[in-house]
């Protein structure tokens, strides 16, 4: 006889020692059945029990790899999208919390681009002149519609490799959901400023003329990440008046003005790497989440380095934060009783459209 799924309801109340010291029990039955992947943003609570740790694409090539029969990523939605994807079949993939969503990746659906890519066609062929490239910060039935249209996927370190091959396939690029990491990567191609323009999808052709919609050769999805928009220039320049010898790196999702007054700009495996390899006795302003800049801090901190978070405001992924001990303890006892909670499946019809455009992108980078 089947027992029933565990509430969560028996662990929303558990203190967080508790609950740590029951993902440890979990963890140790589970053995080798189950990987925990966790994202640079994660909160520290739930981090210190991964497995595995790094960006959304690496985690999930690397859990593809493993024996584990599940995989619990903690991260948010379209990462536990993205290993369900490019797991194995008999791999399941889970989220501990299905709150945790991404407000990037909210900003563009399929329903908007859809709309957009009809309304281009009143303009343009889309499909002859026009390629389709979405963060991989997307859902999956974005990831398909690039599959279906001849588009490609990105990531914060690859977005300027991959933007160089879709302008060999076609002459303009459709860029979404983040409009900031679409511009600095047109930005380090020399294509000007005035050549990438935004497009609002809650307006009218996008609230571009036809004339421009021609002259454009990126347009910009009007999105961004609202944890990489709290940086702001005046941060910068405080920090550079109070430590003249100071190193800024910051993450392409921060606004432009940010990573063109930054030293480095690049992805979180970018900025940690670039951080830890650096001369001792250096001191780094970092404009990226706050649960990494904090780890990343104590990580150097023996090494004479001094980190610092851009902002003087606490800006963390919020979404993420959702997945705590309690849903990750919840998550693990259910598995131990033979129960999955929160399976992240994609339906067939996408996975295989979405993964065209992922393998798309590896292929390219």
Same mark, same amino acid.
Request: aromatic fraction near 6%; charge should be negative.
């Given at each position: 006889?089947?027992?029933? %799924?565990? $509430?969560?309801?028996?662990?929303?109340?558990?203190?967080?020692?508790?609950?740590?010291?029951?993902?440890?029990?979990?963890?140790?039955?589970?053995?080798?059945?189950?990987?925990?992947?966790?994202?640079?943003? #994660?909160?520290?609570?739930? @981090?210190? &029990?991964?497995?595995?740790?790094?960006? +959304?694409?690496?985690? $999930?090539?690397?859990?593809?790899? %493993?024996?584990?029969? *599940?995989?619990?990523?903690?991260?948010?939605?379209?990462?536990?999208?993205?290993?369900?994807?490019?797991?194995?079949? !008999?791999?399941? +993939?889970?989220?501990?919390?299905?709150?945790?969503?991404?407000?990037?990746?909210?900003?563009?659906?399929?329903?908007?681009?859809?709309?957009? /890519?009809? !309304?281009?066609?009143?303009?343009?062929?889309?499909? !002859? #002149?026009?390629?389709?490239?979405? *963060?991989?910060?997307?859902?999956?039935?974005?990831?398909?519609?690039?599959? %279906? &249209?001849?588009?490609?996927?990105?990531?914060?370190?690859?977005?300027?490799?991959?933007?160089?091959? $879709?302008?060999?396939?076609?002459?303009?690029?459709?860029? @979404?959901?983040?409009?900031?990491?679409?511009?600095?990567?047109?930005? #380090?191609?020399?294509?000007?400023?005035? !050549?990438?323009?935004? /497009?609002?999808?809650?307006?009218?052709?996008?609230?571009?003329?036809?004339?421009? =919609?021609?002259?454009?050769?990126?347009?910009? /999805?009007?999105?961004?990440?609202?944890?990489?928009?709290?940086? #702001?220039?005046?941060? =910068?320049?405080?920090?550079?008046?109070?430590?003249?010898?100071?190193?800024?790196?910051?993450?392409?999702?921060?606004?432009?003005?940010?990573?063109?007054?930054?030293? *480095?700009?690049? $992805?979180?495996? *970018? =900025?940690?790497?670039?951080?830890?390899?650096?001369?001792?006795? %250096?001191? /780094?302003?970092?404009?990226?989440?706050l649960n990494l800049v904090n780890r990343l801090a104590e990580e150097v901190k023996a090494e004479g380095k001094t980190v610092q978070f851009m902002s003087p405001t606490v800006c963390m992924c919020s979404t993420m934060q959702r997945i705590d001990p309690q849903h990750l303890a919840w998550t693990l006892e259910n598995l131990v009783d033979g129960k999955v909670v929160n399976q992240i499946k994609v339906p067939q019809h996408e996975a295989v459209l979405a993964k065209v455009a992922l393998d798309r992108m590896l292929s390219v980078s």
């Amino acid at each position: 006889m089947q027992t029933a %799924t565990i $509430s969560f309801d028996r662990f929303n109340e558990l203190a967080d020692r508790e609950a740590d010291e029951r993902i440890r029990a979990a963890k140790a039955k589970l053995g080798k059945h189950v990987v925990i992947l966790g994202h640079h943003y #994660q909160r520290a609570d739930v @981090f210190k &029990h991964a497995d595995l740790s790094g960006d +959304s694409l690496k985690l $999930s090539r690397l859990a593809s790899q %493993t024996d584990a029969e *599940y995989i619990v990523f903690c991260g948010v939605h379209f990462m536990a999208e993205v290993a369900d994807i490019m797991s194995r079949p !008999e791999q399941i +993939s889970i989220l501990p919390d299905l709150a945790a969503g991404c407000s990037m990746a909210d900003m563009a659906n399929l329903a908007k681009v859809e709309r957009c /890519w009809r !309304e281009l066609a009143e303009v343009l062929h889309p499909d !002859e #002149q026009v390629t389709p490239v979405t *963060y991989i910060n997307s859902a999956a039935d974005l990831k398909a519609f690039c599959g %279906t &249209h001849g588009g490609i996927v990105c990531t914060s370190s690859n977005a300027p490799k991959i933007l160089h091959w $879709s302008f060999g396939q076609r002459e303009k690029v459709l860029f @979404f959901p983040d409009q900031h990491l679409g511009r600095w990567s047109g930005h #380090q191609m020399d294509i000007p400023l005035d !050549e990438m323009l935004v /497009w609002d999808p809650d307006l009218e052709m996008g609230g571009l003329t036809a004339e421009q =919609i021609r002259r454009a050769k990126i347009l910009l /999805w009007k999105g961004h990440c609202s944890v990489h928009q709290m940086f #702001q220039p005046a941060h =910068i320049l405080k920090f550079r008046n109070q430590h003249p010898d100071g190193i800024v790196i910051s993450h392409p999702e921060c606004a432009f003005e940010i990573c063109r007054q930054s030293d *480095y700009v690049g $992805s979180t495996e *970018y =900025i940690l790497k670039t951080v830890k390899q650096a001369a001792s006795h %250096t001191h /780094w302003l970092v404009g990226t989440e706050l649960n990494l800049v904090n780890r990343l801090a104590e990580e150097v901190k023996a090494e004479g380095k001094t980190v610092q978070f851009m902002s003087p405001t606490v800006c963390m992924c919020s979404t993420m934060q959702r997945i705590d001990p309690q849903h990750l303890a919840w998550t693990l006892e259910n598995l131990v009783d033979g129960k999955v909670v929160n399976q992240i499946k994609v339906p067939q019809h996408e996975a295989v459209l979405a993964k065209v455009a992922l393998d798309r992108m590896l292929s390219v980078s």
